[in-house]
């Protein structure tokens, strides 16, 4: 039985009344799926999206950055131009 199936894969465990209640549901879903495969497709474009999608970001450009002092004058503690934090990976 393809439910008990897809549940071992799952790691679910099912009684019988769910199984039951589980191949109605798939068999509905197989069903819609057989009913879309209907459907006239021939003059659709496949595409990734249903609606058209741009990207949002900016150009890159190259611009001047903090000044590596400026970026580290508040920092607590530094150690030759960086950054010194504790040790995390033993």
């Not at 068999?27 to 659709?44: A, R, T």
């Not at 970001?57 to 001047?64: A, G, I, K």
């Amino acid at each position: 039985m393809e439910i008990d199936h897809v549940a071992l894969l799952a790691r679910l465990e099912l009684n019988d009344e769910e199984k039951q209640l589980f191949s109605k549901q798939v068999g509905s879903i197989i069903e819609y799926v057989d009913k879309l495969n209907e459907l006239d497709i021939d003059d659709v474009e496949p595409t990734a999206h249903v609606l058209p999608i741009k990207n949002v970001f900016r150009e890159d450009e190259l611009r001047s950055s903090l000044p590596r002092e400026k970026a580290l004058q508040n920092a607590p503690r530094k150690n030759d131009g960086f950054y010194r934090v504790p040790k995390i990976i033993e």
